[in-house]
Structures are given as C-alpha cells and as structure tokens.
C-alpha cells in the first residue's frame, strides 16, 4: 500500500474497559470520513453482492440487546472475530458464497467493517457509557475483524511459523471501488500451510488500516509484539505486504523513520519522524533505517509467477551535514537522515520500519521485511471511477494472479 512519492511491550494489548458515567447522545456523533463513503452506490454494491449486507445490521441488533458494558466487549469481540472468520472463510471458497462477487475480494471486510464501527459509534445503550469506553469498544472491534488477536501459531519444531499482514483499500476518493491485493493475499492465506522441501510451514495473518493516526497509537507493536517474544510459538518468518508499483513485484531492502504527509483513509496527514509509542521495546537512539532480512536474492532469482520481483535498493536521504534531500540508489549513505525507504514515506515504508525496528529490539533473528505487490488494476474498458463496474474478469485474474504470487514467494521464505 504505497503511493510511492519520489513516491507493547505488552502493555500496549487491550486493557481492561473502564465504565464511565457520561452519557452522550446521538447528536454527539458523527460518522468518520471512512464511514460517510459507506453510502456511496459501490460500496452498497459490494455488500449486497457478497452476502456482507447482513453484517451491520445483524451487529446492531446484537447491540440492541445489550445490558451492561462487561455484555458489551464480549459482543464486539465476538462479532468482530466472526467477520474476520467469515471474510478468511469466503476467500479460502469455505462455505456459501453470499452472492455472485468474487471470492477472493477483500473489500466486503472492509465496507463491512465500516458498518460495524459506524453502528457503535451510533449506538446509545439504556446504561451509562462514556466515549472513553466507546473508544475502548471500537479498537477491541478493530483487532478482532482484523485477525490482529488471532495469529494462532503451532509450537513445535517440525513446522515453521510465519507471519504476513495486508492492508485495507485506500485512496478511495479518487476511485471507491479501489481492492487491496495485501488485503486480499491476507485473507487468502490465513491459516494456510505450506509445503516445502524443509517441511511444512503454517502461515497466519492480520490486515491494517491506513490510518496514520493508529499507527502511532501502537497497532502494529501490539499485534506482532507477542509472536516476536521468545517462546514455543515464535515466528520463524515475517513479511509485511501492501500495493506499490504497476507491473511489479518489490522487496523494500532498506525502511526509513519518516512519515510524508500523503493522506490517509481518514484525510489526515502527517509529516515527522516515524513516533514509537510508549512502551514499546525500541533501540536507542531511534534509528534512522532498518534493513529487510528477507532473502532477497533468492526472492528474486525464484520463478515465482509472471509478474518480475525487484530487489529495490534506493532511498531517499538527507547527507549528514546537508539540509537537501537526494536520491540514493544504493541505500543510505552513514550519518543521513531519512526521507524515504525503499517503499516510499507512506504507511507501507512505515509498517516494514516498525516491524524491523521490533525485530530488532527483541533480538528477533529471522527473515523478515516488506514485499510490495504491483498495483491492482481494472480491466480497460472499465478505468473510469464514475461509471465503471466493481469488477471485471481482468481485475478478478489480476487479483488472483497477484495472491499466487505472494504464496510462491512464501515459499522461498520458508525454505530458508
């Protein structure tokens, strides 16, 4: 997930909800900017066309009949972990189809979601709880539909465990009928095992938002954190996944501490220095890049599918001792500052620094780093956002082309 410019510690997991005692009324709320373009013809579209139209409505009225806030985490977490099993389900060709889209999409999640959050946020209890507690609600929603609570590693030294993430549409105002081929790669592979020469290899997964305002907040260090921990179910292997270039595969050698400022799913921006919440097992002083430990060679040497797989190594930098930033084709010069990774100064540059950075705090030594899918694109007699339809043949095959090629590369992962 990139528009490539020049292109918690356990502590930060859920916390136990606090009830307040000011109310809010229904006037106090007003739908996200995510939330108002759930109205629009395609999102409706894709919903009623994957059976997903059920899942606000049905989350609501399970709401309706809740009596306490102890009532209410178990609900969202419940119903949040169900939409995330029936989105797996239905990407995997598990059970009815729900409608004639295909199956690999990944957007029914997230519209479905969408709907979910907005009918929380809409929701007024007969019992007092206060926004603060609502808040809480909301992120326990998020993590469960997301699978960021359930990567359900096997201990045991006979398989390989291996972690990918994906993430949401975006840059949904240009065009609403936008798919994420991460996305989709997640939901198709969860729970998958891989057969390879050194044996089997599970793979579980979790989708992110594309939000900056999350990203600060931890989301990324509270999901992977505990699979990064020592333990019997340690990952032997990450690779975090978004949509990047047209016609390529890349793997992002070098990440860099920076945010651009491009807008986000909420249209918000930001331009800083990449923050570390509180917490969080960190290197110090924050460092300005971390590097893949993928095997990128072997990624790129592989016959993995039709679309080529780039070692990229360039980033963008400030020289020590300069104050204007240059292209570096060859990765970072010692003592700059960064600009931009490999994968560009968007939340894609920033989940591969984050996961990296985590990696390396913990003293995690496995292969582990950022892929970017080429970019998903409709077929091309249906370009045009206004009147074009959600989907066509060509955007199904590329879509599903682009998935098999995230799993054969896996597959090298796995190997080594």
Not at 109 to 138: S, V
Not at 234 to 248: E, H, I, K, N
Request: proline fraction near 10%.
């Amino acid at each position: 997930m990139t528009p490539i410019r020049t292109l918690l510690a356990l502590t930060l997991a859920a916390l136990p909800l606090a009830l307040t005692t000011t109310p809010a009324t229904a006037q106090d709320r007003t739908p996200t900017v995510e939330e108002q373009r759930l109205d629009r013809a395609a999102p409706q579209e894709i919903l009623r066309r994957s059976g997903f139209d059920d899942v606000a409505p049905g989350f609501a009225r399970d709401l309706a009949g809740v009596r306490s806030a102890a009532q209410a985490e178990r609900v969202v977490r419940r119903d949040g972990g169900r939409l995330w099993h029936r989105a797996v389900a239905r990407a995997q060709g598990r059970g009815p189809a729900g409608g004639d889209l295909s199956r690999d999409d990944d957007r029914p999640l997230y519209w479905a979601r969408l709907g979910m959050t907005r009918a929380l946020g809409e929701w007024r209890p007969d019992f007092p709880l206060g926004e603060a507690r609502r808040a809480e609600l909301l992120t326990a929603l998020e993590r469960t539909s997301r699978g960021q609570d359930s990567l359900g590693l096997p201990a045991g030294k006979h398989i390989k465990r291996i972690v990918v993430t994906g993430f949401d549409p975006f840059q949904l105002d240009a065009d609403v009928r936008r798919s994420n081929p991460s996305g989709a790669a997640a939901l198709a592979l969860d729970g998958m095992t891989l057969r390879t020469p050194q044996g089997p290899a599970r793979v579980e997964t979790a989708v992110f938002p594309v939000r900056w305002a999350d990203f600060a907040d931890g989301t990324v260090e509270r999901t992977l954190l505990p699979v990064f921990r020592p333990g019997p179910r340690r990952v032997d292997a990450f690779m975090t996944v978004s949509q990047g270039r047209v016609g390529r595969f890349d793997v992002e050698r070098t990440n860099g501490a920076w945010r651009g400022g491009y807008p986000d799913n909420a249209n918000v921006s930001r331009t800083e220095t990449v923050p570390v919440p509180p917490g969080v097992p960190t290197p110090a002083p924050q460092p300005q890049w971390t590097t893949t430990t993928l095997p990128y060679a072997a990624i790129v040497a592989a016959d993995t599918g039709p679309f080529p797989v780039r070692d990229n190594t360039g980033v963008t930098e400030i020289p020590a001792g300069a104050t204007t930033p240059v292209v570096r084709p060859d990765g970072p010069t010692p003592g700059s500052t960064a600009r931009a990774g490999g994968g560009g100064d968007y939340l894609s540059n920033e989940i591969a620094y984050r996961a990296t950075l985590l990696r390396d705090a913990v003293g995690l030594k496995v292969p582990g780093g950022h892929f970017h899918t080429p970019v998903l694109q409709f077929g091309p007699n249906n370009t045009d956002p206004a009147t074009g339809q959600i989907t066509d043949p060509d955007f199904v095959h590329n879509r599903q082309t682009i998935t098999a090629q995230v799993r054969a590369v896996l597959t090298v992962v796995a190997t080594r």
